[in-house]
């Protein structure tokens, strides 16, 4: 059971959009920034959003990023094959001893 | 070229020890916090550890604190995870990852390509 709860899932056709919620608490998303990796099977993951809603150099700008709340989300706009990953949003936990936290995962299909 | 490169992995039983390292090029290692992060066969990505750049501040995540040790030597840009009392649910790969920042939310910009840690009777 992941701190941060994504959908397990979400698939769209080519050119299409989709969004992937990432639901946290006070102690996580409510008061830090939230990352998003990419991971294509079998391949180490790779950051495409920092800071809630920047990209790092190389990313598209079809991959967008927003927080609100203690929710962030992840917005993929023109889908292509090569964006059929899974992927994690991520933050710093301050609860506790604190920890470094993220969610379960959302694998993306291109139909 | 920026790149983290882990090696040490393999494996062993239940109850044994290991170390991993992971070998920094390409940037200034002593400048950036480091950690670990493991995932699990056909599992999501798990938080181990990290260590700050100046050694001073060190976290664990619960599900390895008192088992495993992260270290780190700036003089031979690497990076290293001890663990010992291994147990089954360990079985990983194991990822090194550079924090981008100071702050405690700064994501991983860099990682390597990961290291294979089973661990069978």
């Known amino acids: 059971q992941s701190v941060l709860t994504q959908p397990p899932s979400v698939s769209a056709a080519p050119g299409q959009s989709v969004t992937i919620s990432c639901s946290g608490s006070?102690?996580?998303?409510?008061?830090?920034?939230v990352s998003w990796y990419q991971q294509i099977p079998g391949t180490a993951p790779k950051i495409i959003i920092y800071?809630?809603?920047k990209r790092p150099s190389g990313i598209p700008d079809r991959f967008s990023g927003a927080k609100s709340g203690t929710s962030a989300t992840l917005g993929i706009a023109g889908l292509q094959t090569g964006d059929e990953a899974d992927y994690y949003c991520?933050?710093?936990?301050?609860?506790?001893?604190?920890?470094?936290?993220f969610g379960g995962g959302t694998k993306v299909t291109v139909l | 070229q920026v790149r983290l490169v882990e090696s040490g992995g393999g494996l062993l039983k239940p109850g044994g020890s290991l170390r991993l390292s992971c070998a920094a090029s390409?940037?200034?290692?002593?400048?950036?916090?480091m950690s670990w992060v493991r995932q699990a066969p056909g599992k999501g990505l798990e938080w181990i550890s990290y260590?700050?750049?100046?050694?001073?501040?060190?976290y664990y995540a619960a599900s390895v604190r008192g088992r495993f040790t992260i270290s780190r030597d700036n003089a031979q840009k690497s990076l290293f995870l001890h663990m010992n009392s291994l147990r089954v649910e360990d079985t990983a790969v194991y990822y090194c990852?550079?924090?981008?920042?100071?702050?405690?939310?700064?994501?991983?910009?860099?990682w390597g390509q990961g290291t294979m840690v089973t661990v069978s009777s």
């Open positions: 991520g933050t710093w936990d301050g609860g506790l001893s604190g920890s470094w936290v």
């Open positions: 800071d809630n809603d």
């Open positions: 990852a550079r924090r981008s920042g100071r702050y405690q939310d700064d994501g991983f910009d860099i």
């Open positions: 260590i700050s750049n100046d050694y001073t501040s060190i």
């Open positions: 006070g102690s996580n998303i409510g008061g830090n920034y």
């Open positions: 390409g940037f200034t290692f002593s400048d950036y916090y």
